[in-house]
């Protein structure tokens, strides 16, 4: 990618920039003129294009821009071609960012007490998570699925629509990521929180399909982790109601899985949220606590500057938040 920058322009990448965008741009809202000619436009594909590439083999610090940014593919303004040179060059200045593939499974059992609620009186019943007859016989280490997820509303101005962003992990290593706008307009969090809690769960539920088909033994329980609190509690428990109507599909999907005790839902601080990165345009310093752990930064080794323990993943990332303590957030 970067090689072919330099064919395009003639020079390298700037390499001063630490976010892929601006933190709270909208690039929806330049007024620039259009980029002419198609010779342009197709840099400007070509670039959004190997961003994505990017994006499929783990850099998926930049996904929520290249989202943004490919809903300008058709007809570029100079300000967006400029956005998209600005998102090489921080690829270009954090190259050195690779996934930490960690196999270790975490320990999640404090989390668990919310897979002792019953169930059996909602409307839900004793509704069971529906496993595969066919699949093979379970072999080797036990893998724990856990999701982070979260919605920005309103993330683009002049449609309204917010973006729904989630990311999974298999034990300590991030294995898939999404970011993309939600098909309608929401009018409050609360209800775009629901459609990316629907769309994380949905992912749930195939990704625990896949590894049972694999053959990979699963825990019993995947974890959910969200940072708006009205929206967690609505789904984590039987007595909650829906005052919104318009989001009742969203809101018995999700409930009615967690109702099978093979999904819990837990509120995380938003600065804890790894998903809030997948929703927002952000600023580096706000994000480094959280991407550090993740990708591996290449520094002076010899004084280990950096702790590449299997363990240092766990004080960022595994909540450390007691479920008891939820109630004070």
């Known amino acids: 990618m970067i090689e072919g920058f330099e064919r395009m322009f003639g020079t390298k990448p700037n390499t001063k ?10 690039p929806e809202l330049d007024t620039l003129e259009f980029i002419k000619g198609e010779g342009e436009i197709q840099i400007y594909q070509s670039l959004i294009g190997s961003m994505q590439w990017a994006i499929s083999i783990g850099r998926w610090d930049c996904q929520t821009a290249v989202m943004t940014m490919s809903s300008f593919r058709a007809q570029p303004r100079k300000g967006h071609m400029e956005r998209a040179k600005r998102m090489v060059g921080y690829l270009a200045n954090f190259k050195h960012f690779n996934l930490k593939f960690r196999v270790d499974e975490p ?10 609620i019953d169930w059996s009186k909602s409307v839900y019943g004793n509704h069971k998570e529906e496993i595969p007859k066919d699949d093979p016989k379970p072999l080797g280490k036990r893998v724990t699925l856990f999701h982070y997820f979260d919605a920005n509303l309103m993330h683009d101005v002049l449609s309204g629509k917010a973006v729904t962003g989630c990311i999974h992990f298999a034990n300590k290593t991030p ?25 994380v769960i949905e ?28 929206m967690v509690n609505s789904s ?21 899985m967690i109702a099978t005790r093979a999904f819990v839902m837990h509120h995380v601080k938003s600065s804890d949220n790894l998903a809030d990165i ?3 345009h952000w600023g580096h310093r706000s994000v480094y606590d959280l991407l550090r752990p993740l990708f591996h930064h290449v520094g002076n080794t010899a004084k280990l500057f950096y702790d590449d323990s299997p363990d240092c993943w766990d004080d960022h990332f595994v909540p450390f938040l007691d479920p008891e303590q939820e109630d004070k957030l």
């Open 175 to 199: 294995i898939a990521s999404f970011s993309k706008k939600q098909a309608t307009s929401e009018t409050a969090t609360y209800g775009s929180e629901f459609i990316a809690g629907r769309t």
């Open 278 to 280: 997948l929703t927002k």
């Open 236 to 256: 984590s428990y039987p007595y909650a109601k829906l005052h919104k109507r318009h989001n009742i599909l969203s809101y018995h999907y999700v409930r009615s």
């Open 17 to 26: 920039y630490t976010s892929p965008l601006e933190s709270g741009d909208h």
């Open 107 to 116: 320990d999640l059992s404090r989390f668990d007490t919310k897979t002792k």
């Open 203 to 230: 992912q749930a539920v195939d990704l625990r399909t896949t590894f049972r088909y694999l053959g990979v033994p699963i825990n019993n329980v995947s974890y959910v982790f969200g940072d708006n609190k009205s």
